[in-house]
Nanobody, 122 residues
Framework: VELVESGGGLVQAGGSLRLSCAASGITFDDYAINWFRQAPGKEREGVSCISGSEGSTFVTDSVKGRFTISRDDAKNTVYLQMNSLKPEDTAVYYC????????????????WGQGTQVTVSS
């Protein structure tokens, strides 16, 4: 099983990035995919999650209205469109997979990607 994130980079405040999480080795639509992020010296936090099957989505309050999660099961890929980026969005972003339903319990996620760095300059 492999989750591979891509799309991170350096962007100015107010800019946009689209992260991708490509999965292999799992029945993709059986899994919910959550984007987490971790900034230096801070705990890992859930950003946005999309469930398997019906595709319910969840977004943490700090990014609501700016970030949108979507999935393309034909491509085994989940996307995180990030608009109006702020310096406080700077972090390493990880995608993680858990069976079917999104959960905030980090320990329940079975598979993790290696992370992609997002840096937002002011």
């Amino acid at each position: 099983v492999e989750l591979v994130e891509s799309g991170g980079g350096l962007v100015q405040a107010g800019g946009s990035l689209r992260l991708s999480c490509a999965a292999s080795g799992i029945t993709f639509d059986d899994y919910a995919i959550n984007w987490f992020r971790q900034a230096p010296g801070k705990e890992r936090e859930g950003v946005s999650c999309i469930s398997g099957s019906e595709g319910s989505t969840f977004v943490t309050d700090s990014v609501k209205g700016r970030f949108t999660i979507s999935r393309d099961d034909a491509k085994n890929t989940v996307y995180l469109q990030m608009n109006s980026l702020k310096p406080e969005d700077t972090a390493v972003y990880y995608c993680a997979a858990v069976r079917l339903l999104c959960t905030s319990v980090v320990g329940l996620y079975e598979y993790w990607g290696q992370g992609t760095q997002v840096t937002v300059s002011s």
